[in-house]
C-alpha cells in the first residue's frame, strides 16, 4: 500500500516569489496527481502526470519515477494562489482498485 | 460538461443518528469514489465503485458506514449511528479513465456531529 509524504506542511511566502512544494510516496505508480483545495471548497485536479514534466500557466509539476519524488512549482507566485496543495498516488501498484492515497496537503499562504 | 453533484452541502446530527449523503457523477463516468477528509488531514478513501460493484472497501467501517449504487449511476453513502469523530467532509469523486482523464471531485459533504 502506498504512502505519501508531503513537505512542507505549511508555507508563508511574499508575492513573487518561486514555491517548491515536494512528494514523495513509496510504491511504484502509474500517475501521480496534484490537487488544489481551497477553504470550504472542492478538490481541484492540476496536474495528472507520470514522467517527466508538465506546465499549465505558471504552475509547473515534476517527477522523478525512479527516485519516487515530485514536485510542484509556482512561478511568480500571488495571494490568489494560497490553497491548499495536496500530491496523491494510487493507493496499489496495480489492479481494479485505484482509489488515491493522499498526502496531508501543504497549506500555502502568499502574502501582499 | 456538469460536474459531480453532491448533496447536502452541509449536515449537523447528534451522536447516534443516521444520515446519507448523495452523489451524482459525470455522466458515462463508471467508476465512482467515497471519501472522507477529517479536518487537518488528507481524504481517505472509503469505497470505490465499477458501474454498480464494489471495487474495494477495505477501509470502509462496515459496523457504521454503508454505501451504494444500485444503478451504477448515482451513490448514496450513509452512516448510522453516527459518532463524533465521523466530523469530516465527505467528498464524491468519478473517473472516466484514470489512466487519462484522472479524477473529478465534489465539492463535498460537510457532517458535523455534536
Known amino acids: 500500500k502506498n504512502e505519501v509524504e508531503q513537505s512542507p506542511q505549511n508555507l508563508t511566502a511574499q508575492e513573487g516569489e518561486f514555491i517548491t512544494i515536494n512528494c514523495s510516496y513509496s510504491?511504484?505508480?502509474?500517475?501521480l496527481h496534484w490537487l488544489q483545495q481551497h477553504p470550504g471548497g472542492g478538490i481541484v485536479s492540476l496536474f495528472m502526470?507520470?514522467?517527466g514534466k508538465k506546465k499549465h500557466g505558471r504552475l509547473i509539476a515534476t517527477i522523478n519515477i525512479q527516485e519516487k519524488h515530485s514536485s510542484l512549482h509556482i512561478t511568480a507566485s500571488h495571494p490568489r494562489d494560497s490553497a491548499v496543495y495536496i500530491c496523491?498516488?494510487?493507493?496499489?501498484?496495480?489492479?481494479?482498485?485505484?482509489?488515491?492515497?493522499f498526502g496531508k496537503g501543504t497549506h500555502l499562504i502568499i502574502q501582499p | 460538461e456538469a460536474g459531480v453533484a453532491q448533496s447536502p452541502r452541509y449536515k449537523i446530527i447528534e451522536k447516534r443518528q443516521s444520515v446519507a449523503f448523495w452523489c451524482n457523477p459525470i455522466s458515462g463516468h463508471a467508476t465512482l469514489y467515497w471519501y472522507q477528509q477529517i479536518l487537518g488531514q488528507g481524504p481517505k478513501l472509503l469505497i470505490q465503485?465499477?458501474?454498480?460493484?464494489?471495487?474495494?472497501d477495505s477501509q470502509l467501517p462496515k459496523d457504521r458506514f454503508s454505501a451504494e449504487r444500485l444503478k451504477g449511476v448515482d451513490s448514496t453513502l450513509k452512516i448510522q449511528p453516527a459518532k463524533l469523530e465521523d466530523s469530516a467532509v465527505y467528498l464524491c469523486a468519478s473517473s472516466l479513465d484514470r489512466l487519462n482523464y484522472g479524477y473529478t471531485f465534489g465539492s463535498g459533504t460537510r457532517l458535523t456531529v455534536v
Open positions: 502526470l507520470s514522467s
Open positions: 510504491v511504484g505508480i502509474s500517475a
Open positions: 465503485f465499477q458501474n454498480n460493484g464494489v471495487v474495494d
Open positions: 496523491a498516488a494510487p493507493m496499489y501498484s496495480g489492479g481494479g482498485a485505484d482509489g488515491l492515497t
